[in-house]
């Protein structure tokens, strides 16, 4: 029996071992972000910081405006993400309880969009959102994120468990469709929409192609694009650069961990076998 | 019934429809229709098709080197990457399959690269593949200038996509082969199945739907890999890095070649269609339902 607790025990020790060698990159930026400058550019091997030097964060916070990224940030992704789960609520509605002719077709054409990867069409989606007049706002930024057709599919399972006789005494009671939606779907639903919203949330907060391309002014960067393109005149920038990286990091691994179950069942349930 | 009401029964469903499909075709379907037709045009700075061309917009991509160079490199991305990422994060599940007192906290700590932005990844491996500074060259004693020449600087992309990648493929293979139920493995060890010979002959058929869906989702995803290309290396050295969504990326938004981009879109498309396709096939060749 000791022997076999023993074995656990050092399994365990050797899994954490894993662990740590797989966030090792994580911890480098860490570890870096406490160095002083001139410990960074010491030529030798050299990773475990001589003291708790706070500089480069205190540089990362006043030299740029990190802040202002990270609201820009938090604004596209919040407010993309609130508005895809209201867009993708509602055509779920109409796909699960209403019977229409060519309704089929209609949803295989929102499954097939998922065919099309909105990378390839960078090109045509600059030239639209740049006739709109677009280029540099929230919105521009969050065109492309406002429904996503894996997630009509979730909602749309979702809704198709729920039950039928519900629906229809709720009717009887001279409940229109509308109301229906708003006041018996959508609050029994909160679980599906709050996965939803969580994993459009950590997709958009982590997007780059998109901001990149539909922002050249500076104060409208997201962070996952300005930290990219911080720069710091006249001194060593790596350890700044490193705790404005970890900053960054903070929330989404925040949110993940907080969130990992939801998280999981929401990409999970975008698989349709598994 | 008054007519009125009639009439809203009639198109209330479609109304619901109307935000998303709006969307969708704006963002979607029509961005892909129009590089379809623009890509047989001559193309103005105004994004007005001019002059009928036929395939020479293809005919010019496809004899662009670069690009041919690109689709080369996003093929062997994919290559390389997908299988290597499913890998490892499997061998991570099977590590982490047994639920022990501690194993939350090392199964956060496999999934966690999944929550972190592939940006500020690459801003830490610059840092660490940095000839002078980086803590790559300090450990192993090189000089190497990682990202600046052509034999190392693709290969590092993809360690980078590795890397990010094994926290969604752990979550994914973790969660099947916890689905696997403990009779069939018993009875698999009873019947002599042990080690190597009871993971390829009774685990992985068993799992074979995840990997399939890890295998079709990821195909797809290294088929659009580009950023790390466009934050790290612009494509060079010498085109080495070149991936099809970043050569869209130089062709139009950098340099202003709209003709050839469309071209280049629609071909990208194709490829990763194709690619896809092929993954579906390992289905008929590979995976077992109960």
Redesign the interface.
Known sequence: MNRKKYRSVLYQAFCLFVGIVVLLPIAYAVLISFMEPPEILRREFHLIPDGLYLGNYIKAITKTTLFRFMYNSLVVAGVSSLVRVITCSMAAFSFAFFQYRGKNLIFMLYLGSMMIPPEILILQNYATTAKLGLINTYPGMMVVFLVSATHVFILRQNFLSYSRSLREASAIDGCTNFMFFCRVLIPSSTSALITVFIASFVGTWNSYVWPLIVTNRDNMRTVQVAITMLNFPDESPHGAIMAAAVLILIPSALVFLIFQKKIKSGIMAGSVKG | MPVTQKVFK?I???L??I???L??I???????G??FLQSFFIVDNF?KAKEFVALENYAAVLGNSRFIRAIGNTLLYVIVTVPISISVGLL?AL??Q?R????T??E??????????????????Q??L?PN?G?IN??FQTTNNWLREEKTAFLWLMIIQV?LN?G?DF??TL??LRGVSDEVLESAELDGAIGFKKLTKIILPLVS??I??LLV?SI?KA??A??LT??LTQGGPNGSTET??SF??NQ??VSGK?NT??AA?IV??IL??ML?LLSFIYEKKGVY?D
């Open positions: 009639k209330e469903p479609f619901y429809l935000p998303s499909a969307i969708l704006m963002f979607t379907y029509y961005p892909f129009k590089s994004g991570l590590l982490a047994k022990t007192r501690t194993s906290i090392y956060a700590m496999y999934a966690l690269p999944m929550a972190m932005s592939m940006s500020v990844v690459a801003m830490i491996y840092l660490a940095n500074l803590v300090k450990f890397w094994i969604f979550l994914f969660s099947a739907p995840t399939l869906f989702s797809a088929m659009i580009g950023g466009m934050i099809i969504v869209l990326y139009a938004v709209y981009g469309y879109t990208g498309f990763s269609f896809v339902y």
